[in-house]
């Protein structure tokens, strides 16, 4: 039987970091292991408690990775709670898969690198893979006994951008990447298509970014992503972009954009690739900054 893009395995795909992208079939090997921790990250809060896979447990965008004060990620002793509350060490691998194509697991997984949590995978295809190949689901919570989990202090200064940052890449053209939809990158709509106008005053783009909608990497299909000559041919034939880019992504609130940083982070070999997590929220309502149509 020949197999089609989206069958490839991992290994076939010429990734720059195969490693960091594991299958559903090894999910399925490694339910079981100790050294193993399998993390679901949705946008729709209900999904995990509707059905998970069996030893999986939940970390929560907003409950779990963001301060309920500020708008900023939690810090290093709310990190080492969250990692020892679902019995992590610095040795466990978690993997992370959820809904919306991995939207919220590459989000989960770009915040754990903020703490440096480099063991730590993301499963190709998410919740709709697993879901198309029929695997076992549960409705129930596992429950790991706890850790004392030591993290690092959060660095912010490798992957992370802010809009002074932004700035400068404005004054010096660099490489920025929008990946919302083109009818958002116009100034169309001030949100994502079937979702409802989520703060942003104005809609357009940061001048000069390059649109790429987050979506062109995945096959839609099952969610899986595509090779990397099919992404080189996207991100670097056909908008120029280059391995030693100093590259900004951004989307709407950094989830989208997530994505996109593990994209060219990890399986294009990029070599300096931050998320502007503040993105179209923050930036769409700041005053006297530029904005294109």
């Known amino acids: 039987m020949k197999k089609t ?3 490839i395995d991992i290994a076939e795909r010429g990734y720059a970091h195969p490693e960091v992208l594991v299958s559903t079939d090894w999910v399925a090997e490694h339910m079981n292991d100790p050294k193993v921790r399998i993390i679901e990250s949705n946008e729709d809060p209900l999904l995990y408690h509707a059905q998970h896979i069996p030893v999986a447990v939940e970390v929560d965008w907003t409950r779990d990775l963001n301060q309920h004060v500020i708008r900023d990620y939690l810090d290093k002793k709310g990190f080492e709670r969250l990692m020892s509350h679902i019995g992590v060490t610095r040795d466990t691998t978690c993997v ?5 194509s991995n939207w919220w697991a590459a989000y989960a997984f770009w915040i754990f690198q903020l703490f440096g949590h480099t063991h730590a995978r993301i499963m190709d295809g998410g919740s709709l893979k697993w879901g198309l190949e029929k695997r076992p689901a549960s409705q129930e919570v596992p429950h790991y006994k706890a850790t004392q989990y030591k993290a690092p202090p959060r660095d912010d200064t490798k992957i992370r951008a802010f809009r002074q940052q932004v700035m400068v ?8 990447v929008d990946v919302r939809s ?10 994502m298509p079937g979702y409802p106008n989520e703060g942003a005053l104005r809609g357009g783009h940061i001048p000069g970014a390059k649109s790429i909608p987050w979506g062109m990497a995945i096959h839609p299909e099952d969610g899986t992503f ?7 041919q996207i991100y670097m034939a056909d908008n120029g972009l280059k391995l030693d880019d100093d590259v900004i992504a951004y989307c709407r609130i950094g989830e989208r954009s997530s994505h996109t940083w593990f994209v060219l982070t990890y399986l294009l070999g990029f070599q300096k690739v931050r998320n502007y997590d503040g993105s179209w929220t923050e930036w769409g309502n ?8």
């Open 286 to 293: 700041l005053v006297d900054v530029p904005i294109e149509r």
């Open 226 to 232: 595509k090779t990397a000559d099919e992404l080189r």
């Open 5 to 7: 893009q989206s069958t």
């Open 182 to 191: 083109p009818e958002e990158f116009s100034g169309e709509r001030l949100h």
């Open 96 to 100: 992370f898969y959820g809904d919306k």
């Open 169 to 176: 890449h404005i004054d010096a053209h660099r490489p920025l």
